[in-house]
Each structure stands twice: as structure tokens, then as C-alpha cells.
């Protein structure tokens, strides 16, 4: 649809939002304001104007360093930057020069800038803040209304036929939620953060049921090398500095709440109480606390503590960008397994 060429803009739009978003991964956990005060250094608290907000380019040119103070800027900034840039010229590839898909571009670029807040946000904090899942959720069902609009969008199993969002949503719960339930039910524990049940349904609304199990599946993929390597890393680190830092210890949730709590996901209650905030309470009990809560609380994660959320965002970033091959190989396996 477009000509070759005007990939270019789609990388520049994708970093331009990616500039965005570090505000976002930045602020949103620690309850901030996402406009106000404007953008500056966090050293010396100088306001930054044009050039020191020009996407990677400023960065670059002022060596990794505020123009003001010369206090160091992470890394994370540019490469935030720079993975949203490259999310998005692949996206517009795809979908608008070798293909005419606008509504489908708009709904990935969206639910892919979603999953990059998700992803740092987890990988700092260990949470993901509702308001980010509900986005997530928000873009698969709108996604979703475009295409019955269209004459398509329904998923159909056997004699059940629903909207391909709703039946994702319902597919992406419920595999998180059992995964928690047997972990507390067989090992004891919780294996599974509230957060990433939340994701996982986001994530089956936007890539309906078939695209999301395979994203599940690549998940535990990503998730066991990930942790595999964040805990030799961790381990070094804390033998280096003598120091052996273990997680807090915390009693594991009740079965009851934790089945009252995967069908208040279901029904979607965690987001309808983001505008009725009593409701959160009054579902999930006075011990319940929102992830999107300002500030943190005394809870430390130890060397083994290692969030699940990115792989899940990661996976699906995957998926999102070559659906139908990740897709095709899944099927191929099934056929594969069961001899068809």
C-alpha cells in the first residue's frame, strides 16, 4: 500500500513513542503523574527542551549524559528507544507496504507499546500495573468490533461460537490461572503473579486463542532460559559482594481467594474497578492491593525471584511479528504428536 520507503517513518514514529514510554516505565509505578512535571533531569532537575527529547539522536550525541549536569543517563532510554523504533518499521513493513491491513497495524503497534511498558516495568518493579493490562484488553476487543464490522472475528469451537477477543481473554485466564492454582494446590507456593494472569489475558484478547497458546508455550520457553541465566548472574554477583540476599517469606493465598480471584479476571471486575475502585475492595477483599498502588511495599525479592511478565511480553511481541510461521510450526508439532 504504501511505498518502501516510508518504513522510515514508521521506525521514527515507533521511537518518538518509545521516548514516550520511558516517562511511562519510569513514573507510572511509583504513582507520578505522566504529564506533570514535564520531562527533566532526575539530577539536577533541569527541564529538557527539543534537543535533549529528539528520539535516540539525543542521546547518542550528548554521550549517554545530561547536557546540564553530565550525570550518567541509563542505557534503558535509548534501547526502550531504539526496540520501539524497530517493533514499529516491522510492523509498517508488514502491514502497510507489503500489505493494506490499517486497522490491524494500529491495534499491534498499540498492543506492542503496551508490552514494552509491561515488560521494563516487570523486570524493575516486579508488577504490572493494571492500567497497562487494561489497555492490552481494551485494544483486543476494539480490535475485534472492527472486524465483525467486517464480517470476521468470531472464533468457533465445535458447537461454541464467540467473539475470537472474548474466547482469547477467556483462553489467556484461565491458562495463567492454573498454572497458579496448581502450584498452590501441588507445590505449595504461589507460581504465578496476579499481573501475569492479567497480562496473559490481555494478550489472548488481542491475539485470539490459537496465536496466544503458542505465545504461552514460547513463553515457558523464554521464562526457563531467562531465569536460568538471571539466577547464575544474581548468584555470581551476591558471591562476589559476600552478601546472600534471600526473598522475603510470605504465606502463600488462600485457594478460596485465589479462585474468587481468576473469576473476578474473567468477568473483568479488576477493570471495571479501575473507575469504581470500591469494587476492587469489595471483590477481592481488604488485603487486596491494587499493582497500580503509589509507591512499593517492603517486600524484596531475592536472588531466585524472577518475574514471568517479560517472557510473557516477549512471546507475544514474537507472535505478534511472525504470527503465521510461529503459528504454522505449532500446528505442524500437533500434527506431528498425534500422528495426523
Known sequence: MLPAVSVVFGFFFGAAFGSFLNVVIYRLPLGMSLAQPPSH???????????????????????AKCRYCRAP?????????????????????????QGSDVARFIALAGFATALVAALFIDLEHFIIPDSINAIILLIGVLYNVWLISQGAGWFTLGAITLPAALAGWIV??????????????????????HGDIKLARGMGAVLFPVAALISFGLSIVIGLVFGIVSIVLARRASDASDESEEADEEEPESIGSL??????????????????PKLEEKWFGPEYLSEDAEGEDDWKPGVTTIPFGPALAAAALLVALFEETLVGWGRAYLDWALHR
Open 172 to 193: 489467556g485466564a484461565l491458562a495463567m490461572w492454573l498454572i497458579s492454582f496448581g502450584g498452590r494446590v501441588f507445590l505449595g507456593k504461589d507460581a504465578m503473579g
Open 259 to 276: 479462585a474468587k480471584a481468576g473469576l473476578g479476571y474473567l468477568l473483568l471486575v479488576d477493570v471495571v474497578a479501575l473507575a469504581f
Open 73 to 97: 543517563i541509563g542505557w534503558r532510554y535509548f534501547m526502550v528507544e531504539l526496540l520501539m523504533g524497530t517493533i514499529w518499521a516491522a510492523l509498517w513493513w508488514q502491514l502497510l507496504v
Open 41 to 63: 533531569c532526575p539530577k539536577c532537575q533541569h527541564r529538557l527542551g527539543g534537543l535533549d527529547l529528539f528520539p535516540l539522536l539525543s542521546f547518542l550525541f550528548a554521550g
